[in-house]
């Protein structure tokens, strides 16, 4: 069975640039998380969909930022214009159960110059 | 805000030794999760805790939950050169949305 994957795996973008990350969840998961590492931080939550709906997009920065999730299968990240501070670890994690284990990708590393 | 805590940040030991790491969290929870995340890979779950739970093992993994101290423990024993990584412990908080909140993580070295 495919895991999580992402990608892609690094990007390295101008200040005002735009960039686009993918997450393909494990087949079958209706929970979707995106998740952001900054160098030395804690893993920072940014949303949570469920099949396609966005359960809790709390943790999203500002409107630079959009997610969606077609059709309730693969999710994309979207941030435009990028800032110098969007840099960091963006994780994808899917789970079956709202209450369950997370299967996490392998992250995008998102360089913004 | 941050629900989950490590402490230490950062621990060294040399194979062979146990290590342990604690995890301390603000809010009642529904579960707590440990997660590895060795350098530059995605993060692993080792073993989930369920808030009616004290203990549980998983090979050479121990967990422990204090609902009342609001804290969790994982221990290592017999650590392995391969047990270098980082860990975070994720609270799945109740009565809300269940979202995993992490740490910022306890790096692990272990020397051979």
């Known amino acids: 069975e495919a895991g999580v994957t992402q990608f892609p795996s690094h990007s390295v973008i101008e200040k005002g640039q735009t960039v686009t990350l993918r997450c393909d969840p494990i087949s079958g998961h209706d929970n979707l998380y995106w998740y952001r590492r900054v160098m030395g931080k804690e893993i920072k939550f940014l949303l949570h969909?469920?099949?396609?709906?966005?359960?809790?997009e709390s943790g999203m920065p500002n409107n630079r930022f959009l997610a969606e999730r077609t059709g309730g299968t693969y999710s994309t990240l979207k941030v435009q214009p990028a800032e110098l501070e969007d840099s960091g670890v963006y994780f994808c994690?899917?789970?079956?159960?709202?209450?369950?284990?997370?299967?996490f990708g392998e992250g995008s590393r998102l360089t913004v110059l | 805000s941050q629900q989950g805590e490590e402490d230490p940040q950062a621990l060294s030991i040399q194979e062979g030794e146990n290590a342990t790491m604690n995890c301390s969290y603000k809010t009642s929870i529904n579960n707590l999760q440990w997660y590895r995340q060795n350098s530059g890979r995605g993060l692993v779950h080792l073993i989930l805790i369920r808030s009616n739970e004290r203990e549980k093992h998983s090979g050479r993994l121990r967990v422990t939950l204090d609902t009342s101290k609001k804290s969790s423990s994982l221990l290592i024993t017999a650590s392995r050169a391969a047990d270098t990584a980082s860990y975070f412990c994720?609270?799945?908080?109740?009565?809300?949305?269940?979202?995993?909140?992490f740490g910022r993580g306890t790096s692990l070295i272990v020397h051979p």
């Open positions: 969909f469920v099949k396609e709906s966005k359960q809790d």
């Open positions: 994720a609270t799945r908080t109740s009565g809300g949305s269940y979202i995993p909140t």
């Open positions: 994690a899917s789970s079956q159960f709202t209450t369950g284990e997370l299967f």
